[in-house]
Nanobody, 123 residues
Framework: EVQLQASGGGLVQAGGSLRLSCAYS????????MAWFRQAPGKEREGVSS???????EYADSVKGRFTISSDNAKNTVYLQMNSLRPVDTGVYYC?????????????????WGQGTLVTVSS
């Protein structure tokens, strides 16, 4: 059974930083893509960043240059380093995974989801 456990959310002032972690287990396939999505109150879930097993990455335009996704395969953990945070970055951040090699940022492509961690950026 695939399990994803997201952590690291919290309250931070605008301009600050947070690092999210997603610990995963239970994969029975090697080729997989890990991703972060977020959902702000009253809005649809949107893609933030993704990384494939070979290290290919994708970023939403709104976070390029501020967020960095990385993966530590030895620790079975994916990270999202978020710098220069803005109030519009507020939302619940979800870790997700799918079998494959292309780091798409499309919600419906992902089969496995973690429980989410709340990020609140105050102005």
């Amino acid at each position: 059974e695939v399990q994803l456990q997201a952590s690291g959310g919290g309250l931070v002032q605008a301009g600050g930083s947070l690092r999210l972690s997603c610990a995963y287990s239970g994969f029975t396939f090697d080729d997989r893509v890990m991703a972060w999505f977020r959902q702000a109150p009253g809005k649809e879930r949107e893609g933030v960043s993704s990384i494939s097993r070979d290290g290919s990455t994708e970023y939403a335009d709104s976070v390029k240059g501020r967020f960095t996704i990385s993966s530590d395969n030895a620790k079975n953990t994916v990270y999202l380093q978020m710098n220069s945070l803005r109030p519009v970055d507020t939302g619940v951040y979800y870790c997700a995974a799918v079998s494959g090699t292309r780091p798409w940022l499309v919600v419906i492509f992902y089969d496995y989801w973690g429980q989410g961690t709340l990020v609140t950026v105050s102005s």
